[in-house]
Nanobody
Framework: QLVESGGGSVQAGGSLRISCGAS????????MGWFRQGPGKEREFVAA????????QLTDSVKGRFTISRDNAKNTLYLQMNSLKPEDTAVYYC?????????????????WGQGTQVTVSS
């Protein structure tokens, strides 16, 4: 089970950190990712990280602003979001894949959280 938290409302230029807590064991064996779905848009890839945390990938629109990380001892995935823009407004979902590799496609992930709303006002 994946549970996101930390969403909210922020002004443009602000920061938020959202978290995803995972239940169960062997969290480090799961590749993890963040996706988002804005109003009237399809779900899109945001960031991904390998099971060990050693390799990450970000979509171009968030490079230099967002950081994905994980704490395997706490079974928690993070997304640090800085310099937020109104176009970052979306429901953010965390996802887990049954392999520790790096995945970016939604079909590669086996488990999904319920989502957390992030709203950025101009």
């Amino acid at each position: 089970q994946l549970v996101e938290s930390g969403g909210g409302s922020v002004q443009a230029g602000g920061s938020l950190r959202i978290s995803c807590g995972a239940s169960g064991r062997m969290f480090s064996t799961y590749g993890m990712g963040w996706f988002r779905q804005g109003p009237g848009k399809e779900r899109e890839f945001v960031a991904a990280i390998t099971g060990s945390g050693g390799v990450t990938q970000l979509t171009d629109s968030v490079k230099g602003r967002f950081t994905i990380s994980r704490d395997n001892a706490k079974n928690t995935l993070y997304l640090q979001m800085n310099s937020l823009k109104p176009e970052d407004t979306a429901v953010y979902y965390c996802a887990a894949a049954r392999s520790s590799w790096l995945y970016t496609g939604p079909d590669d992930f086996n488990f999904w959280g319920q989502g957390t709303q992030v709203t950025v006002s101009s």
